[in-house]
């Protein structure tokens, strides 16, 4: 079965210093992998993604995130933290229909980042 | 805004009743799908729709009912309420097989 896991809850770092949100995966086949941003009260934003090609993908708003085949990773990265990247992150895979077509996406639970002052 | 639309954004009822949530895709896409967000037990693939037609089935109760109407717009059913169906229930959409979706706002349903 396919799924994603992002195994800590929580990530605290101080603004300005750089920040990595994790995230593996286990899918049959090749993966494809995102990334989304939740903020309070609001539905989930696009980051970025990984379908084929460059392991290192940049994305919105200054995230990138590299793709580990060996490590089966899809961690996310930013260089330097801002207070306003405060919010939640989840990691995705999407799993494939009968008949190989593209189905939905799998979420991981989520990372919840605060980046304080 | 996604261009995602989903209506009505806050929904109180009471157990036992049954509500229907909305959606309606972004201009183009003919994918809708619908996830449950609870707190325990994080974003819940619920069930996709294309152009009409349902294409896959996730964690989706018996009680919980959806259809893609002929102008796309969707339709998610609750009924038989309980208490731990208060979520947020966001609707997304994507053209068909394209690698992201684009989610709206969601519903937050409590159940009193």
């Known amino acids: 079965a396919q799924s994603v896991a992002q195994p800590e809850d929580q990530v605290n770092v101080a603004e300005g210093n750089p920040l990595t949100v994790k995230c593996t995966y286990s899918v049959s086949g090749n993966p494809y992998l995102f990334w989304y941003v939740q903020y309070p009260n609001r539905g989930l934003q696009f980051l970025l993604k990984?379908?084929?090609?460059?392991?290192l993908v940049k994305g919105s708003y200054g995230f990138e995130a590299e793709f580990n085949k060996s490590q089966t990773s899809f961690h996310l990265k930013k260089p330097s933290a801002l207070v306003s990247d405060s919010a939640l992150y989840f990691c995705?895979?999407?799993?494939?229909?009968?008949?190989?077509?593209?189905?939905?996406?799998?979420f991981g639970k989520g990372t919840k980042l605060s980046v304080k002052p | 805004d996604s261009g995602v639309t989903q209506t009505p954004k806050h929904l109180i009822t009471a157990t036992g009743q049954r509500v229907t949530l909305r959606c309606s895709p972004r201009?183009?896409?003919?994918?809708v799908y619908w996830y449950q967000q609870s707190l325990d037990q994080g974003l819940q693939f619920l069930i996709q729709?294309?152009?009409?037609?349902?294409?896959a089935k996730g964690n989706i109760l018996e009680r919980f009912s959806a259809q893609q109407f002929p102008d796309l717009h969707s339709e998610l059913n609750l009924s038989s309420l309980e208490l731990g169906d208060s979520a947020l229930y966001f609707c997304a959409s994507s053209v068909w097989n394209s690698y992201g979706y684009t989610f709206g706002s969601g519903t937050r349903l409590t159940v009193v």
């Open positions: 729709y294309y152009n009409g037609e349902e294409r």
């Open positions: 995705a895979v999407r799993v494939l229909n009968y008949g190989g077509s593209q189905g939905n996406l799998i």
């Open positions: 201009s183009g896409d003919l994918s």
């Open positions: 990984y379908i084929t090609g460059d392991n």
